[in-house]
């Protein structure tokens, strides 16, 4: 059992098409961030959220932190070609030092 | 872009054989990690330093070790690689600011043992 679900694991849309992809879990955690890595790359952060409830935005990005803390979400508006990566939740364990990922959500923009 | 290096960038070995890999940080970062990457599994955390000589074993740690000398470096060994070592291996640094835990990763290494 995942501690970070991720949804969809895979996702291919048409260039200009919105998009939602969630991270799930059972557990509260005090933080939470969003990665996207590129083939042959090592993911690279997005943004962290810490609020419940939070909404951050980074250009057609936009990040949720659920109210109780236990799920987020990712909407891209009108995705491009650029967006096409694999994009990766993760968070601190309650009690942890460290980081726990989802298995990601795999994004592919056709043009 | 965070100063994280790790090396080898690629390599292949054979089954039984030693293998250390090498991440390098300039930035003094207090915290650094081995995570392992592989299809259906995500970043897996093998092991990770909280200081110079201060480690501690995350969740596939199994047939590996890890050494920290110097704040800047983190070895990462794998004492007799097996086929089921065969994966991607990242690199990640932290600084670990209030609530936050956010990570800087290198660019990884893909070790194939045969």
């Known amino acids: 059992t995942q501690l970070l679900e991720q949804s969809p694991q895979f996702l291919s849309i048409q260039e200009g098409e919105n998009l939602t992809v969630y991270c799930n879990s059972s557990s509260v955690f005090s933080s939470l961030q969003w990665y996207r890595q590129e083939p042959g790359e090592g993911p690279v952060l997005l943004v962290t959220v810490v609020t419940g409830g939070e909404v951050k935005k980074l250009k057609r990005l936009t990040f949720q932190f659920g109210d109780a803390r236990k799920d987020s979400s990712l909407h891209i508006t009108a995705a491009q070609t650029g967006d096409t990566g694999l994009y990766l939740c993760a968070g601190p364990p309650p009690g942890a030092n460290n980081l726990f990922f989802g298995t990601g959500t795999r994004l592919t923009v056709i043009p | 872009d965070a100063g994280i290096t790790q090396s080898p960038r690629h390599k292949v070995t054979e089954t039984g054989t030693p293998v250390t890999l090498r991440c390098h940080q300039t930035?003094?970062?207090?915290?650094m990690y081995w995570y392992r990457q592989d299809p259906g599994h995500g970043l897996r955390l093998i092991h990770y330093?909280?200081?110079?000589?201060?480690?501690d074993k995350g969740e596939v740690s199994d047939g590996y070790s890890v050494s920290r000398s110097k704040t800047e470096d983190f070895l990462l060994t794998l004492e007799s690689a097996t086929s089921s070592q065969t994966s991607v291996y990242f690199c990640?640094?932290?600084?670990?600011?209030?609530?936050?835990?956010?990570?800087?990763f290198g660019p990884g290494t893909r070790l194939t043992v045969t």
């Open positions: 990640a640094i932290s600084e670990r600011a209030g609530l936050s835990y956010e990570q800087y």
């Open positions: 330093s909280y200081g110079v000589k201060d480690t």
């Open positions: 930035e003094n970062h207090r915290y």
